[in-house]
């Protein structure tokens, strides 16, 4: 079992950054795939990006590659996404996710474990 609490959501204007964290609590978080998703109002939840379990591979949607970094810290049981150049079009309920599964998968059914979100919202 794993629980996933999401933190650094919060107002920014366009083209300024912020930095999520997901923290993992369980021994076992440095086997898992982790995910980033993120919903929009009125839409449907899409992946953001993901990173295996070595931190080795890295996988970004189209939407914010070049833009966003994923990156994970094993020793602490965390995850963080560096979101940079943000745009109103970025405005969503950012939720981490972990997978027990070998392969990186963009499908949200794919993942086993949530956090409950955390709000960001960027202003024109």
């Known amino acids: 079992q794993v629980q996933l609490v999401e933190s650094g959501g919060g107002l920014v204007q366009a083209g300024g950054s912020l930095r999520l964290s997901c923290a993992a609590s369980?021994?076992?978080?440095?086997?898992?795939?982790m995910g980033w998703f993120r919903r929009a109002p009125g839409k449907e939840r899409e992946f953001v990006a993901a990173i295996r379990w070595s931190g080795g591979s890295t996988y970004y949607a189209d939407s914010v590659k070049g833009r966003y970094t994923i990156s994970r810290d094993n020793a602490k049981n965390t995850m963080y996404l560096q979101m940079n150049s943000l745009t109103p079009e970025d405005t969503a309920v950012y939720y981490c996710?972990?997978?027990?599964?070998?392969?990186?998968?963009?499908?949200?059914?794919?993942?086993?474990?949530w956090g409950q979100g955390t709000q960001v919202t960027v202003s024109s």
């Open positions: 996710a972990a997978d027990r599964g070998l392969l990186v998968s963009t499908d949200y059914a794919s993942y086993d474990y």
């Open positions: 369980g021994r076992t978080f440095s086997r898992y795939t």
